[in-house]
């Protein structure tokens, strides 16, 4: 069966919400092509998540369901479910960790909620958090705290209407000397065990869940600027990608020469927001920002010199803020900016 559309077999397909949107992702499940979560950014408590998908026969998307979420979604992702083994679940990050059930009939619902901090109601928000792709049972959060927590999911049968998911802390540890913006497990060796994460004191940094008692450090920002995301190569966990605040570049990390990038790509105009590693290329990643470009790269003459993207976009009307890569539809690459999300074949 053909990947693209049928009907007009479009390039780029265009949803405006109502609202600004910062965080989204794609579904990878088979049986529900073309559908992604978008998360709203209003700068007060009442904030939308949204999901969305393209009707392949109009060519317009669709509004599945919407749901009210306590201030913006910091990220969303998909439970990384490619055989739909799993309950349909999306989760959230923000001020806790929550995990939402898709019903049949396309209702969200809460699941759970998961907080870290047993002793008060008080939580330190939630910058970021990764599913683990090996073991879908597992969880990690980063936050403004210093830490990250990896939480064990059990995902019951359903029982009558109502699916049981709950969750529980594997870990937390003190990851950063200061504020941890972003985590990210690895396929490294089977891949259900390594992780890293970065932070506001400009350091990259590896765990290992069998042995957490140290951490290597694979780089640091020579000016101790602060690392804001970071991406690992979907085929080759050798390389990771990462991003510091305010940067044009994006830096590239083989984890088997620390401290020096393999490469720079630095061909955008104004500051980096998101980074993208394709899912089924080793080769190729995808860099989105505030100069209204998305750009593909082809980084496989690393450590010599990337000097030229191979692919650029244009978002005419607006700042970059997010950037995904379809894992289920690799020809297809999400971009956020203002209201708008947009979809463009590859």
């Not at 679940?89 to 759970?112: I, K």
Request: with cysteine; charged share 20%.
């Amino acid at each position: 069966m053909s990947t693209h559309p049928p009907s007009k077999r479009k390039e780029i397909y265009k949803y405006t919400a109502p609202w600004t949107l910062y965080s989204m992702n794609w579904s990878v499940r088979p049986d529900k092509r073309f559908r992604l979560a978008v998360g709203s950014f209003v700068e007060e408590y009442n904030n939308k998540v949204q999901i969305v998908q393209l009707d392949e026969e109009t060519s317009e998307f669709a509004v599945r369901s919407t749901f009210d979420h306590p201030y913006p979604t910091t990220k969303i992702m998909w439970i990384p479910d490619s055989k739909g083994l799993y309950p349909d679940l999306l989760a959230t990050s923000g001020d806790y960790l929550r995990v939402w059930h898709q019903n049949a009939d396309g209702e969200s619902r809460m699941a759970c909620l998961l907080n870290n901090n047993k002793n008060s109601d008080f939580c330190a928000p939630l910058t970021s958090f990764d599913w683990n792709e090996v073991d879908p049972n597992l969880i990690g959060t980063s936050s403004i705290d210093t830490t990250c927590t990896i939480w064990g999911l059990e995902t019951g049968q359903i029982m009558g209407r109502v699916n049981v998911v709950s969750g529980h802390v594997k870990t937390q540890l003190i990851a950063h000397d200061k504020e941890v913006f972003d985590i990210a497990f690895s396929r490294a060796g089977g891949g259900r065990d390594m992780f890293a994460s970065v932070g506001a004191d400009g350091s990259v940094r590896m765990f290992d869940l069998r042995h957490l008692e140290h951490s290597t450090i694979i780089y640091e920002d020579p000016s101790h600027t602060p690392l804001l995301r970071l991406a690992w190569n979907k085929q080759d966990p050798n390389y990771l990608a990462s991003v510091a605040m305010d940067a044009c570049e994006v830096i590239v990390l083989d984890v088997r020469v620390p401290c020096t990038p393999v490469a720079r790509l630095n061909n955008h105009r104004a500051c980096v927001n998101g980074i993208a590693w394709a899912p089924h290329s080793s080769v190729h990643i995808c860099t989105a920002g505030d100069d209204h470009q998305a750009l593909i790269w082809d980084v496989q003459q690393m450590p010599r010199a990337i000097e030229d993207p191979i692919l650029a976009y244009t978002a005419a009307e607006g700042e970059i803020n997010q950037i995904q890569w379809g894992a289920t539809q690799p020809d297809w690459i999400a971009i956020c900016y203002n209201k708008c999300l947009e979809i463009l074949r590859v």
